[in-house]
């Protein structure tokens, strides 16, 4: 006997051996659900906060979670109510399952747990059952599998993903945004124990329904988590006094367009990170809603705000209204869509012309009725003012300079200078006109935010990107530096919108043909942002104009993107900043060579005073005697009207200001004539 013993126990070890063998090997063999499951796709701002995300096939709203993602304490409490030797056994806790076995045995069934969180996520990725003992067998094998492929970390992450929550929401992260609108990253503890409650109890995963039964689960977690020492007694009293939640929340749809942008142009990737900044795009998303009260039911509006050192775009919003199918077409990302751009391509011809030395902001040029051919420009106010400086004509977005220098340039320069800046401006016709510098060529928002953001960098291409972390082509020079500058000085003097402060943002805007579109471009130092107001059908909106419409939204968008400007900066050392006289004889006045002014004989005259006159002041005021012309006569001093109607051609003037005065006459035909005098 004793002689046998020891080959008794080496038969012994060898058989336990062989069938440790071949557990492991029938464990090895287990054939795994698939692991990598369809979740959501996500879109994320700069700083990793949600923008969006888009449900799973059958409607689920299921968000991938990693354990670093969720708070501790609920990862903690999970553990202590749900498998408190998770991270010392191999997928089957011996002890739960001989106490969940016995159970069994005397009552014939299931009726207690023993799943680890292992097991669990076995059942979960198979949608097996987990009252049948089969089920059960299966459930263990695939366990085993997973811990013998699988870290730990990697088998939580697919609980906290997989997790049912009732309805069509899986997952921790899901259920957080839904029921406390927030990540998981840092949760109450009176949250947390919702959330570990949950997926254990059927009957409570709808808490605004069944408030009951999900305070009688949460309590349950929260005893066990403050015996095992998770919790205080504090915690505990606190906890249980937070109220269930009433209601669920709806997953978040900010920059809806951009981020249906972003899924379609990479439709593999799981997440996108876009460049936009979320506190900023909820402002203004909420002020393009504010915008349009009292604008009628038809009109959308679109905005992007980028940072022109980087090329970011930090908000974009293509409607009001994000996937409302009504009059306003909130569907139409309206940033994207190609309109009439009117009068903000202004500064890119005056650009133009300075740098080919036709013009200098001091430059005279004559604004007066003229015609190239068949076609007669027009301004937009149907009067003209004579001869003014550059500068003026493009602060007061004159037609008839633009139009002028545009045909010194040539439409065809225009049009490549647009294409260097990273357009693709489309034509209605077969080529460019001189009616491109008004508006007559087709161009995005997002199109004319890049032009502006050129401008702002000092004439260099900026290409505009909305993904996080894209680098932007290098960019070509499109105007030189002065010109770039000496654009930005004008722009900065124009008046702002009533109510707007006076910060000297450097801003355009402009009106399309028929009032289909209102515009507005701006930028400071770091900024650049543009705003458009109109129909996304393209019918007329009467009466709207970008200064009256779009402007006042733009510095309002500046006004929420930071509290003050950044300067634009000084000017580049080969800026030439003289007065009038003191420029080349060239320089000092444009003169067109194609151009076909209207007869100066029986033009509109203003006889008296002479230009440059000294006059004293009279109480009875000023008269004026007008030469030529049709009657009646408007009289304007400084730009704003004195008389207006006058049917006789001497016209008395209550002016008695002292000082230099501007002093124009308008005919009926919208001729008109100035002298600047001074009173004394």
Same mark, same amino acid.
């Given at each position: 006997?004793?002689?046998?013993?020891?080959?008794?126990?080496?038969?012994?070890?060898?058989?336990?051996?062989?069938?440790?063998?071949?557990?492991?090997?029938?464990?090895?063999?287990?054939?795994?659900?698939?692991?990598?499951?369809?979740?959501?796709?996500?879109?994320?701002?700069?700083?990793?906060?949600?923008?969006?995300?888009?449900?799973?096939?059958?409607?689920?709203?299921?968000?991938?979670?990693?354990?670093?993602?969720?708070?501790?304490?609920?990862?903690?409490?999970?553990?202590?109510?749900?498998?408190?030797?998770?991270?010392?056994?191999?997928?089957?806790?011996?002890?739960?399952?001989?106490?969940?076995?016995?159970?069994?045995?005397?009552?014939?069934?299931?009726?207690?747990?023993?799943?680890?969180?292992?097991?669990?996520?076995?059942?979960?990725?198979?949608?097996?059952?987990?009252?049948?003992?089969?089920?059960?067998?299966?459930?263990?094998?695939?366990?085993?599998?997973?811990?013998?492929?699988?870290?730990?970390?990697?088998?939580?992450?697919?609980?906290?993903?997989?997790?049912?929550?009732?309805?069509?929401?899986?997952?921790?992260?899901?259920?957080?945004?839904?029921?406390?609108?927030?990540?998981?990253?840092?949760?109450?503890?009176? %949250?947390?124990? +919702?959330?570990? #409650?949950?997926?254990?109890?059927?009957? @409570?995963? &709808?808490? /605004?329904?069944?408030?009951? !039964? *999900?305070?009688?689960?949460?309590?349950?977690?929260?005893?066990?988590?403050?015996?095992?020492?998770?919790?205080? %007694?504090?915690? +505990?009293?606190? #906890?249980?006094?937070?109220?269930?939640? @009433?209601? &669920?929340? /709806?997953?978040?749809?900010? !920059? *809806?367009?951009?981020?249906?942008?972003?899924?379609?142009?990479?439709?593999?990737?799981?997440?996108?990170?876009?460049?936009?900044?979320?506190?900023?795009?909820?402002?203004?998303?909420?002020? @393009?809603?504010?915008?349009?009260?009292?604008?009628?039911?038809?009109?959308?509006?679109?905005?992007?705000?980028?940072?022109?050192?980087?090329?970011?775009?930090?908000?974009?919003?293509?409607?009001?209204?994000?996937?409302?199918?009504?009059?306003?077409?909130?569907?139409?990302?309206?940033?994207?869509?190609?309109?009439?751009?009117?009068?903000?391509?202004?500064?890119?011809?005056?650009?133009?012309?300075?740098?080919?030395?036709?013009?200098?902001?001091?430059?005279?040029?004559?604004?007066?009725?003229?015609?190239?051919?068949?076609?007669?420009?027009?301004?937009?106010?149907?009067?003209?003012?004579?001869?003014?400086?550059?500068?003026?004509?493009?602060?007061?977005?004159?037609?008839?300079?633009?139009?002028?220098?545009?045909?010194?340039?040539?439409?065809?320069?225009?049009?490549?200078?647009?294409?260097?800046?990273?357009?693709?401006?489309?034509?209605?016709?077969?080529?460019?006109?001189?009616?491109?510098?008004?508006?007559?060529?087709?161009?995005?928002?997002?199109?004319?935010?890049?032009?502006?953001?050129?401008?702002?960098?000092?004439?260099?291409?900026?290409?505009?990107?909305?993904?996080?972390?894209?680098?932007?082509?290098?960019?070509?020079?499109?105007?030189?530096?002065?010109?770039?500058?000496?654009?930005?000085?004008?722009?900065?003097?124009?008046?702002?919108?009533?109510?707007?402060?006076?910060?000297?943002?450097?801003?355009?805007?402009?009106?399309?043909?028929?009032?289909?579109?209102?515009?507005?471009?701006?930028?400071?130092?770091?900024?650049?942002?543009?705003?458009?107001?109109?129909?996304?059908?393209?019918?007329?909106?009467?009466?709207?104009?970008?200064?009256?419409?779009?402007?006042?939204?733009?510095?309002?968008?500046?006004?929420?993107?930071?509290?003050?400007?950044?300067?634009?900066?000084?000017?580049?050392?080969?800026?030439?900043?003289?007065?009038?006289?003191?420029?080349?004889?060239?320089?000092?006045?444009?003169?067109?060579?194609?151009?076909?002014?209207?007869?100066?004989?029986?033009?509109?005259?203003?006889?008296?005073?002479?230009?440059?006159?000294?006059?004293?002041?009279?109480?009875?005021?000023?008269?004026?005697?007008?030469?030529?012309?049709?009657?009646?006569?408007?009289?304007?001093?400084?730009?704003?009207?004195?008389?207006?109607?006058?049917?006789?051609?001497?016209?008395?003037?209550?002016?008695?200001?002292?000082?230099?005065?501007?002093?124009?006459?308008?005919?009926?035909?919208?001729?008109?004539?100035?002298?600047?005098?001074?009173?004394?």
């Amino acid at each position: 006997m004793r002689r046998s013993l020891p080959i008794v126990l080496v038969g012994l070890l060898l058989l336990g051996a062989g069938l440790r063998d071949g557990f492991d090997q029938w464990v090895h063999e287990t054939d795994l659900p698939p692991l990598l499951a369809d979740t959501s796709v996500e879109v994320r701002d700069r700083h990793g906060d949600l923008l969006r995300a888009y449900t799973v096939d059958g409607g689920i709203w299921r968000l991938g979670a990693r354990p670093e993602q969720v708070d501790q304490t609920y990862l903690r409490m999970l553990i202590t109510y749900e498998d408190k030797r998770f991270f010392q056994h191999s997928g089957v806790d011996p002890r739960a399952a001989l106490r969940a076995a016995w159970h069994g045995l005397i009552s014939g069934r299931i009726v207690s747990g023993g799943s680890t969180l292992t097991m669990q996520v076995a059942r979960l990725m198979e949608d097996s059952g987990t009252g049948r003992w089969p089920g059960k067998l299966r459930q263990i094998r695939v366990a085993l599998a997973l811990e013998q492929r699988l870290s730990k970390d990697d088998i939580l992450a697919l609980y906290l993903t997989h997790a049912p929550f009732g309805g069509n929401i899986e997952g921790i992260r899901a259920a957080s945004l839904a029921w406390f609108n927030k990540e998981p990253s840092r949760l109450t503890p009176a %949250q947390a124990a +919702l959330l570990v #409650a949950l997926p254990q109890n059927p009957n @409570a995963r &709808r808490p /605004d329904r069944h408030s009951r !039964a *999900a305070q009688t689960a949460r309590t349950r977690v929260l005893k066990r988590a403050t015996r095992a020492g998770v919790l205080s %007694q504090g915690d +505990l009293q606190a #906890a249980q006094s937070e109220p269930i939640p @009433a209601s &669920r929340h /709806d997953f978040p749809t900010v !920059a *809806a367009h951009l981020s249906d942008r972003a899924a379609q142009t990479q439709s593999d990737a799981r997440v996108h990170h876009l460049s936009i900044a979320k506190p900023l795009q909820l402002s203004l998303e909420t002020l @393009a809603k504010n915008a349009l009260l009292g604008l009628g039911e038809r009109l959308s509006i679109a905005m992007v705000v980028a940072d022109h050192e980087t090329g970011e775009i930090l908000a974009s919003v293509g409607s009001a209204r994000y996937g409302q199918n009504d009059h306003r077409q909130g569907f139409v990302d309206m940033t994207r869509a190609r309109r009439s751009p009117g009068s903000t391509l202004k500064p890119l011809v005056y650009g133009l012309a300075f740098d080919q030395g036709l013009i200098h902001p001091e430059t005279m040029i004559n604004d007066r009725p003229v015609r190239f051919g068949k076609y007669a420009p027009q301004n937009f106010d149907g009067t003209f003012r004579g001869e003014l400086k550059v500068s003026e004509a493009l602060r007061n977005s004159l037609n008839i300079p633009v139009i002028l220098l545009m045909d010194e340039l040539g439409p065809a320069n225009l049009m490549a200078a647009m294409r260097k800046a990273g357009l693709d401006p489309q034509l209605p016709g077969a080529k460019p006109g001189l009616a491109m510098a008004l508006g007559g060529v087709g161009v995005s928002l997002e199109e004319l935010v890049q032009l502006f953001a050129m401008q702002a960098n000092g004439g260099i291409t900026r290409v505009l990107t909305w993904r996080l972390g894209e680098k932007p082509l290098s960019g070509q020079r499109v105007i030189s530096r002065s010109a770039a500058w000496h654009l930005g000085h004008i722009l900065s003097g124009i008046v702002p919108p009533p109510g707007a402060p006076h910060n000297r943002l450097a801003y355009k805007t402009g009106t399309s043909y028929g009032h289909r579109d209102t515009w507005a471009i701006g930028y400071d130092g770091r900024h650049v942002a543009g705003v458009w107001i109109g129909r996304p059908d393209g019918t007329p909106v009467p009466g709207a104009f970008g200064a009256k419409v779009a402007a006042p939204v733009l510095f309002d968008m500046f006004q929420r993107l930071k509290p003050t400007l950044e300067p634009l900066g000084p000017p580049p050392p080969e800026t030439i900043l003289l007065g009038n006289a003191q420029l080349p004889e060239p320089l000092r006045k444009f003169r067109s060579r194609n151009a076909v002014f209207s007869a100066a004989e029986d033009a509109v005259k203003l006889a008296f005073p002479p230009n440059g006159a000294r006059l004293s002041k009279t109480g009875a005021g000023l008269t004026i005697k007008v030469k030529n012309g049709q009657e009646p006569f408007s009289v304007l001093a400084n730009g704003a009207p004195l008389a207006t109607g006058v049917r006789r051609r001497d016209i008395q003037l209550p002016l008695s200001e002292s000082g230099a005065s501007t002093i124009t006459v308008i005919d009926a035909l919208g001729r008109s004539d100035r002298v600047e005098i001074w009173l004394e």
